[in-house]
Every structure is written in C-alpha cells, then in structure tokens.
C-alpha cells in the first residue's frame, strides 16, 4: 500500500528565502505567539497564578477557536506565494497570528491603563508600545514570507483588536466580581490562586511584605 503524505507540525514550522536575513528576522518574529504562549503564560500560572493572568490566556484560547471556526467557514484560501512553502492545507481568512497578537497588544494595554500589571510607571507605556509594535511586525511578517495576503492579516488584526476590547471588558466589569469566590473555593486555596488586580502596586507589596517576613524570622530566630 502506498505511504499516506507527510504532514509537519507547524507550531514551529516557518519558512524563509535562504540567505534574507530580514526575512530570517521576521520568521522568529513570526513565532511569538508560540513563546508567549508556552513560555509567558506557563511561567505565570507556575510563578505568579494570578486570576488576571488566567483570564488574559483564556481570552486568547477563545480568540484562537473563534479563529479557527470562522476560516472554516470562509475557506479561503492562502496566496499562492504559500505553495511554495508547504502550507497551504489550511485556510488563510482571517490570519490567526495577527488576530493573537493584535488581542495580545489591546488587552495588555487595557490592563496598563487600570495599573494591573507589575510594571510601574513609564515602563508599563513602553511595554504596551513594544507590544503594538510586535504586533505590526508579526501582521507584517505573515506577508512578507508568504503565508497570508494582506487583507487577510488586516482581517485578523481587527478581529483581535475586537475581541481583545470585548474580552478585557467581559472579565474587569462581569468575571472580576467573583475572584474573591475563586481564591476562597477548594480549588483557589489548593493551588494558591490570588487575584492583586485591587493592589496598586504589586511588585512594591509583594517586596515590602518579603521584606517584614525575613525581618520576623530574624527576630524569632535570636
């Protein structure tokens, strides 16, 4: 019998013309979603467990199904520029990698404007920058090498820049009344799941409180 075809994993799968360093750039560029999702958010569940931070991750996961359903019923096709590299088994409207990164940029920016991240200050309005222009660059990229035209990035972009607003609004105004339950349930206190959003400034409190408990454990200890 002969050999079913073979299929790449794509997760990491991104191709670039041999020798063009820009597009070598934008390939790794192009891969982000991939380190924010398996290094930023896993990290943060093991390290920080905030509500906040679950909310945001669980907001990208139903952008990412929302995006699948409706290139499923669209069915458009990617540009022909994309035969060329393997990948065009999948519909191309509208481009999941703009729409996460373009959800990613509203909502951590949203996040920002409440004062709901560790960073203080100017550091919090260069991050939110850094994060638009990642975005761009990653809407950019999905063209440039080859894997979307640019009506379907800018589909993608808007979409997520839509959900990412609707999200943010969903969990702050209607799922932000019930983290006290979450903290208190089985299940918050089990695996020490907190919620700071109500904190102005969280690496401050958190500093402030390392320091009085190694102060308190000193004086026992004498």
């Not at 991050?127 to 761009?136: D, I, M, T």
Request: glycine fraction near 6%; include cysteine; aromatic fraction near 16%.
């Amino acid at each position: 019998m002969p050999q079913p075809p073979l299929k790449a994993v794509t997760l990491t799968h991104v191709r670039y013309q041999r020798g063009d360093r820009f597009g070598h750039f934008l390939a790794w560029v192009s891969l982000v979603p991939v380190f924010i999702s398996l290094g930023g958010f896993v990290s943060h569940f093991i390290f920080r467990r905030e509500l906040q931070g679950m909310c945001f991750a669980l907001g990208l996961l139903i952008s990412q199904f929302i995006n699948e359903v409706i290139k499923k019923s669209v069915q458009q096709a990617r540009p022909e520029t994309c035969a060329l590299l393997e990948m065009c088994d999948s519909h191309g409207w509208p481009s999941s990698h703009s729409q996460y990164m373009f959800f990613f940029a509203v909502y951590f920016t949203l996040l920002s404007y409440k004062g709901i991240v560790l960073l203080t200050g100017k550091c919090r309005w260069i991050a939110s920058f850094a994060w638009w222009l990642l975005a761009v660059l990653t809407m950019y990229s999905r063209v440039y090498l080859g894997y979307h035209t640019v009506a379907q990035v800018f589909a993608g972009a808007t979409l997520g820049i839509i959900l990412g607003a609707v999200w943010f609004w969903v969990v702050n105004s209607v799922l932000f009344r019930y983290f006290p339950v979450i903290e208190e349930s089985e299940f918050g206190r089990r695996f020490y799941i907190k919620d700071t959003s109500h904190i102005h400034n969280v690496l401050e409190f958190e500093y402030e409180k390392a320091r009085a408990a190694r102060k308190d454990m000193n004086c026992k200890s004498d």
